[in-house]
């Protein structure tokens, strides 16, 4: 028995000892050595190297080099944050979103942090046209990284677009001070203002941005239309003339219409006749164009041409109310009273609740002494507009002259 027992016995030994070897070689596979430690660190740093390698080649545009740069520096550390974002920007550029959007879940994976991986997210949802989780994204960016500009205009661009403009308004009022240096910001919020009608507000944030970005002929340009759009139309021209002098908008026949315009309110119509001609030769069958010529023409008694250049916005738009009301002023100053009566008429039944048209109707029957007919015309001119200075003015001569 006794030697059964110690045979026993070094056999349970001889298994616990097993065992032990056992468990310490499961616990060393767990742990890695420090020989795999320093290999994964040598790989992070290699990898490091390769994405910096690669930024530079997708930076200059060689984006082939850089697909293959950075699939290399993945392969080394496939937990490398940096290395999946500047995937996913190269699949972006490819138009592979679906991948790229893959590889940004891996950036974001590896740094939870990652505010670039956020923003281009979002980029990719915009595109994808689904606002609501593109700003999602975008919020998450700012969020992240709050000093980071691109991120605060982007969020404010899909609000834009998502038609909560308020919002976006609000949100980057707050932000001007904080990002004082920047004419960017305040170009955005000088456009929203602009767009609710809020001229003397946009012209102040927009005079500020120019001053902060002094080269940047967009945030000019925003300014001059700020300036026409508050009727400061001298100032508007000033800049407008600039502009138009510019290689890069020279061949704009908006900002020459609005240049002539700026011109035409100010006393010169001369100098609108040249740059509305210059934009009727761009843009030969816009209306508004021989509008402001015709204009120009009858402000510096240029009878035959403010004819000739109405005869062609009619040729383009028969039924243009406008027109046939400048027409109108054109046969009184010709004392052409039937045409005259006629083309107000013909302008009144386009546009009935145009009291002006109205009232002209009523002079021009008042000089074909037809006086209570004008009469009646100057009271329906009343009844859509009670305070109307001009029905009010025709109506009390017609008495007085009755």
């Known amino acids: 028995m006794t030697g059964n027992f110690g045979v026993t016995m070094r056999k349970s030994c001889l298994l616990g000892f097993l065992m032990l070897g056992l468990l310490a070689s499961c616990s060393d596979s767990q742990a890695p050595s420090q020989q795999q430690v320093a290999l994964k660190q040598w790989n992070d740093a290699r990898s490091a190297v390769l994405v910096g390698l690669a930024v530079d080649q997708y930076d200059n545009a060689n984006f082939e080099r850089s697909r293959a740069t950075v699939d290399e520096a993945i392969g080394l550390s496939p937990d490398s944050a940096a290395a999946h974002l500047l995937s996913a920007k190269l699949y972006i550029e490819a138009g592979q979103l679906e991948v790229a959007e893959r590889e940004l879940a891996l950036a974001r994976h590896a740094d939870p942090n990652s505010a670039d991986a956020d923003y281009l997210s979002g980029v990719i949802y915009q595109r994808w046209?689904?606002?609501?989780?593109?700003?999602?994204?975008?919020?998450?960016?700012?969020?992240?990284?709050?000093?980071?500009?691109?991120?605060?205009?982007?969020?404010?661009?899909?609000?834009?677009?998502?038609?909560?403009?308020?919002?976006?308004?609000?949100?980057?009022?707050?932000?001007?001070?904080?990002?004082?240096?920047?004419?960017?910001?305040?170009?955005?919020?000088?456009?929203?203002?602009?767009?609710?009608?809020?001229?003397?507000?946009?012209?102040?944030?927009l005079r500020r941005a120019s001053i902060l970005a002094p080269d940047d002929l967009t945030i000019k340009e925003h300014l001059a239309r700020a300036l026409f759009g508050g009727q400061l139309y001298a100032e508007s021209a000033g800049i407008l003339s600039e502009l138009v002098a510019n290689e890069k908008f020279n061949h704009r026949p908006d900002l020459l219409s609005m240049l002539g315009e700026c011109q035409l309110q100010s006393g010169r119509a001369g100098d609108a006749v040249g740059?509305?001609?210059?934009?009727?030769?761009?843009?030969?069958?816009?209306?508004?164009?021989?509008?402001g010529m015709a204009r120009a023409q009858l402000q510096l008694n240029n009878l035959r041409r403010a004819d000739l250049a109405l005869r062609r916005c009619l040729a383009i738009d028969p039924n243009n109310s406008q027109a046939y009301l400048l027409l109108g002023y054109l046969r009184l100053r010709q004392s052409r009273f039937d045409e005259a009566h006629e083309a107000f008429a013909r302008a009144s039944r386009l546009y009935p609740a145009d009291t002006v048209a109205l009232c002209m109707v009523g002079l021009t029957l008042d000089k074909l002494g037809r006086g209570q007919e004008a009469a009646a015309y100057y009271q329906q001119a009343l009844r859509i507009k009670p305070d109307d200075e001009m029905a009010t003015r025709l109506m009390a001569r017609l008495v007085v002259h009755e």
């Not at 991120?151 to 990002?179: I, S």
């Not at 030969?284 to 164009?289: A, N, Q, R």
């Open 129 to 205: 046209q689904q606002p609501q989780r593109a700003l999602e994204f975008y919020q998450h960016a700012c969020d992240k990284s709050p000093a980071e500009l691109a991120f605060v205009m982007a969020k404010a661009e899909m609000l834009v677009a998502m038609d909560r403009r308020d919002e976006a308004l609000t949100m980057l009022q707050a932000k001007v001070t904080y990002f004082e240096h920047s004419g960017v910001i305040r170009d955005e919020v000088g456009l929203l203002l602009m767009q609710k009608g809020q001229y003397p507000q946009a012209i102040e944030m």
């Open 275 to 291: 740059n509305f001609q210059l934009a009727s030769e761009m843009i030969p069958d816009s209306v508004g164009v021989w509008l």
